[in-house]
């Protein structure tokens, strides 16, 4: 039971030298690798550089204690980031107090919210972000980012959470840009790129190992602050307009609870919400997706206590909403990470940081960042998709196309409960006109198809109906009106049989229509039959009055109905 | 095509002198019946008596063109005019001139959306209002009505939209009631109530035709709107508290269009989208049950418009929203009406009541109207079909039970919205979870049966998996969960088998999680097979790559992977 909800019990007791060898040099590797990105992150939600680190030192230590994947590293990421901006925005004015506050609150809310359905046991909600609402939100964020950081990258002010805003703010100051910051910025861009495509294979193939070769090729961020730092230093740059992440306070953050206004709290609900599912996928489709490598399991339910608690970390140590990052857990991953104590040595090399070395910081440009969350962002954008969907289904295309639309042009929040409502609404339109089929016997076989694909033996005054769909409220009167239209079309007919082989649930509604056809099909002399009811059906039909109203038989199998009508 | 959208066109050519004896004879009688409900309506509505008229006479008149219904008689409903008098309190005052316009937009927008969805063919929409939730709202809106009649039949002030408001100015002004007014209410409810149940037999008993009793005893409420009027004018109760309609302005209803502001417009828009989809099923689910005891048809789709039509001249002629409503329906076809043209004869006997005769309706007490609402829609109230619900599906009740309490405690808008949200809530949870089963072959057959539920053959290294649900996003990572417990259960499986005969659906993303299934399967060398998929299933597969990356086959029926594997 403990165990259960304190995962840290099953792998800490059997901790031992050769895992804590691995852990540590995985947790060094991740400290100066997500340094980076944990500042731009915090940039990206329109807070200070600081926060990000914050938010990438207690809520990792905490979920060391409550999560159940191995390598998963929990900290800011540019989705949620995103997010984060958007919503807080709505509520506040960047650089205000009120902004601050509003992202601890944003952070409980999200912590709380996923702690609560974790202990209730509904992680399956998040299934309702389908396949191509998450694929084309992901693509559509990834554009956003990218819009987002233009303005850095070419020294030009631009502000905004949607394509339009962003657009509108960029292109009438685009002339005023700054020429050391886009040097600094396309340099960055390109030298990531490069790094990013052919550094792997380059330094391998100059005789370096291929582990090595990776690790270099994955430090490029590192190496771009590292250059563009001593660059901006050495030629004071600052004074010629480059935005620099300049004084960072030094120490660890504050421990506090953000009490605020009621109405913050309120307003920051949906966006809450809306932050955990997001986040949640994000981080268990990865925490799944290595677990399985490993043949490790992970427990999704015990994830969103893990992920809740990790947020309630964030929100009282002056940090942000988190979650489990796809490049920092890679890193992770590759760097070696054995146990969670890897996590939390790389949030205790952090903390070293924040207290210590952030004046080194002081000359990183603004605009490396931004390269860095582009080139990093990028490959969210996955523009084959949006074909491949097209061709397997035009529903699941036409969510993909919703979700990316509106996050473009009306924000994250509007994209996925777009997406998502547009999905279920499909869903639900596609099943209230379920597919159904006349059948007749294969000759000389006890099987059954469908008489307009295939040749088969029918009788005149019997109909075998099929029906490849649960009977429920959307398609109950559809039904109705198949079986009405039917019996108008074929006056010679005595037997309706519906073959219930595909029907898994006859909800109220469709028993009334059922019984309802029934009574109808009684007042013109055809009686109603059903075959091959299922089990769980059976049972419940048997808990109504239905069965003994029925006017015909209920058949094991269409074959059963076949030979005594025929 | 004109004869699609005018169906008048497909009667009146026909029309001939037997059809007109009838008609007039069906009109006369709904003139006089349906008068003092039209008053009833309108005052439950919050609006002037008159009202109730207006809404009588050019709404049917325009259905008469538009209505494929032989027999449906339009104008104020009970459950309308109640969810109409919720709507409009949320932005007027009743009394006020505010309150009157908002009534006309609130029949423009209802028309105009009943027009709209007709025109698109979205009749379908209306199947998402589920059996359990359209009876628990009745239900919960008869027990609404009676309590707000409770006040007239008392003559104790009382006014709000949920019980709880009701109650709460009901009864601390109890001891005020009215000693005229309770004896006239309190009487004509016992009388009405008495000749309902007993007076058809009592009366054929007595030696009067089947058909004339039944006629005597309808005309009930009738009865009592002469009776109490004539009481309450001899005495002049008025003068001793009685409440009665009073001063009627003759003349027809002025023909306007009511501007009124924006934001009223927009206020409204909800309202009129609940009022229309309830409207639609009460008129089309009576209508479709009258044709069917005739044998003839009514068209969903052009009932929207004829619907719509309606409101949109209720709207423009001072009226209210309006549908085909049960007991003025009933009274037409028992009267024998035999084409819509007897509506239009009662529209004009209306009409001619509203320049000529308001005169006559002073002396009518409120009370007697309040008995007569009572007594008709007490017949809403269905407890037994809790109890039946209750015994056939747990989750049907909820969505019953959630929508009587909402209605009753929070309004006919929260009642409906959160019904139908529920219901759907509910069912893609019941698909998100989806039955399966490992099935065996029943011994010397080619049929398979569940391995828990009967004595089947099974091989060790082969799973038979029947899924009895389409995949779709919400159960995708459930059926990865199935196959992965199952593998992970039985190391020595090398074959598994998904038979699809009930899958009529696999969207994009269930095809990703098929994706996922077949990779990860492929790395603990099981092959994955298909079996028994549906014609229109495999279409769609094959427009990806799945059937290439496919480790097994496709099998055609589970039979034939069994022979290949045993």
Request: charged share 15%.
């Amino acid at each position: 039971m403990l165990k259960r909800y304190l995962p840290i019990l099953t792998w800490l007791p059997h901790y031992h030298k050769r895992l804590l060898g691995a852990d540590l040099l995985a947790g060094l590797i991740v400290t100066v690798m997500v340094i980076p990105q944990s500042l731009a992150y915090a940039l990206l939600a329109g807070l200070p550089a600081v926060v990000g680190l914050y938010a990438s030192i207690l809520p990792q230590l905490i979920y060391t204690l409550f999560g159940t994947s191995r390598t998963l590293a929990v900290g800011p990421v540019a989705i949620i980031a995103l997010m984060t901006g958007a919503a807080l925005s709505s509520v506040a004015m960047p650089g205000t107090d009120t902004y601050l506050q509003a992202a601890l609150i944003l952070s409980l809310l999200s912590g709380g919210m996923l702690v609560a359905m974790g202990l209730m046991k509904m992680g399956f909600f998040s299934n309702f972000l389908s396949h191509p609402v998450i694929s084309g939100f992901l693509t559509a964020s990834g554009i956003l980012i990218a819009a987002s950081q233009l303005g850095s990258l070419l020294g030009v002010e631009s502000s905004g959470f949607t394509l339009v805003e962003r657009l509108m703010t960029l292109v009438p100051n685009f002339a005023t840009f700054n020429l050391p910051t886009l040097l600094i910025g396309s340099g960055t861009l390109v030298f990531l790129i490069t790094i990013r495509r052919f550094g792997k294979a380059t330094l391998h193939k100059a005789g370096l190992p291929l582990t090595l070769a990776d690790l270099i090729a994955k430090s490029g961020p590192v190496f771009a602050v590292v250059v563009t730092s001593l660059v901006t230093w050495h030629w004071q740059l600052a004074a010629s307009g480059v935005a620099v992440v300049g004084e960072i306070p030094g120490g660890l953050p504050a421990l506090s609870f953000p009490w605020g206004d009621y109405s913050l709290w309120r307003a920051l609900l949906i966006p809450a919400l809306l932050i955990s599912l997001v986040g949640f996928v994000e981080s268990v489709s990865m925490g799944q997706m290595l677990a399985a490598k490993r043949r490790q399991r992970i427990s999704p339910n015990q994830e969103l206590i893990g992920l809740g608690a990790t947020n309630l970390a964030a929100g009282l140590s002056s940090g942000m909403p988190v979650t489990g990052g796809l490049s920092r857990t890679v890193i992770n991953y590759d760097a070696g990470a054995q146990t969670p104590a890897a996590g939390a040595f790389a949030a205790l090399g952090i903390a070293l940081v924040t207290m210590s070395f952030t004046g080194w910081l002081f000359y990183l440009p603004i605009a490396t960042l931004a390269a860095t969350i582009t080139v990093s962002i990028l490959t969210l954008v996955d523009i084959p998709m949006l074909r491949q969907t097209w061709r397997y289904s035009r529903s699941d295309f036409a969510a993909m196309a919703v979700t990316i639309l509106l996050t473009l042009c009306e924000g994250v929040e509007a994209g996925i409960i777009g997406g998502v409502t547009l999905s279920i609404a499909l869903f639900l339109y596609r099943t209230s006109r379920p597919h159904s089929a006349l059948v007749g016997r294969v000759p000389d076989t006890e099987h059954f198809r469908n008489t307009e694909r295939h040749d088969v033996e029918t009788v005149s005054n019997v109909a075998l109906l099929r029906i490849d769909e649960s009977l429920y409220f959307a398609n109950a009167r559809y039904l109705e009106d198949t079986v009405y239209n039917l019996v108008a079309s074929q006056p010679e007919l005595e037997h309706v049989v519906l073959i219930c082989s595909a029907v898994n649930l006859i909800d109220a509604s469709a028993l009334e229509s059922l019984e309802a056809i029934n009574a109808r099909l009684k007042d013109s002399d055809v009686k109603l039959h059903l075959s091959e009811v299922k089990g769980p059906v059976m049972d419940q039909l048997k808990k109504s009055d239905f069965l003994e109203a029925l006017t015909g038989r209920v058949f094991l199998s269409t074959y059963a109905a076949w030979r005594e009508f025929s």
